[in-house]
């Protein structure tokens, strides 16, 4: 798909839009691609939405460098595309870190969500920010930190890897291995997620959590998505078998709960009542 761009202050953001019809922003998590996606955009092209896949800072075709990696500013990004594409408002898809961008995008800018969707969230710190940096910081820091990270993205997917999944790999790899970039997702990984769990009264919009069963990230992924779902007074949809990225390991699952979910929310929206 075209590669297109908007300016927002600190650099540039890169998306890829497929479709017409209601808005839907989707955005994948830390370390990973706006193909991410690949599937399901076109799944919900055909049930009649636009579809607007966005690079994270710092990641695919977004500029690699910023001076903020926090998901404050990843949600004042999903604020700024949503602007800047005067298409009325949103359809917010999160998955892993930007589930919690996409939480204070809604709470800050309410008319300009339509729904949210959080998939496989992060939206609160699940260890204090100076374990994860000891950890997951220093593991990430050596000449190993590429090779780690293929091996911790591939065991996300439990069940089955897309038959592109070699070729997506090597995409992930050489996006990462450019200046800056890894860098920019090392960061983003020890980064605070308390600002989301904080503005999680403040999201109105109707909410559907899509978890995988077998997503290893968290301890008990039902109990997880069912927090999240409270906090945001939302709906969940379990994905059977799946792990941390339903989207690409099982996106016809995913498309089945969610798109009648969003014709849900678009009625709400369209209610004068």
Do not use: C
Request: glycine share 8%; aromatic share 8%.
């Amino acid at each position: 798909m075209k590669t297109e761009y908007i300016d927002v202050p600190g650099g540039r953001l890169a998306y890829s839009d497929v479709g017409s019809g209601p808005l839907v922003i989707a955005v994948p998590g830390m370390g990973d691609l706006r193909s991410s996606y690949r599937f399901l955009a076109p799944k919900l092209a055909a049930a009649g939405y636009r579809v607007i896949s966005l690079d994270l800072r710092g990641h695919g075709d977004s500029s690699a460098r910023w001076n903020d990696y926090s998901v404050s500013a990843v949600g004042a990004d999903i604020l700024a595309l949503i602007s800047a594409l005067e298409a009325g408002s949103a359809h917010i898809i999160g998955n892993s870190f930007a589930a919690g961008a996409g939480v204070i995008a809604a709470a800050q800018e309410p008319k300009a969500v339509r729904s949210l969707v959080p998939v496989d969230p992060f939206v609160r710190d699940m260890m204090p920010p100076w374990v994860m940096t000891a950890i997951f910081g220093t593991m990430l820091s050596g000449p190993w930190r590429a090779a780690l990270w293929r091996m911790l993205f591939k065991r996300a997917f439990p069940a089955r890897l897309p038959d592109d999944y070699a070729a997506e790999e090597a995409r992930r790899t050489s996006n990462l291995a450019e200046p800056g970039r890894f860098d920019a997702f090392r960061r983003m990984l020890i980064s605070s997620k308390s600002e989301s769990e904080r503005r999680t009264p403040d999201v109105t919009a109707p909410v559907l959590v899509i978890m995988g069963t077998r997503d290893s990230d968290f301890p008990d992924p039902p109990k997880e998505a069912r927090h999240v779902a409270d906090l945001l007074r939302g709906s969940v949809a379990m994905i059977e078998g799946a792990g941390h990225y339903p989207q690409a390991e099982m996106p016809d699952a995913v498309a089945e709960r969610l798109i009648p979910f969003l014709a849900s929310a678009d009625a709400k929206s369209s209610d004068p009542s």
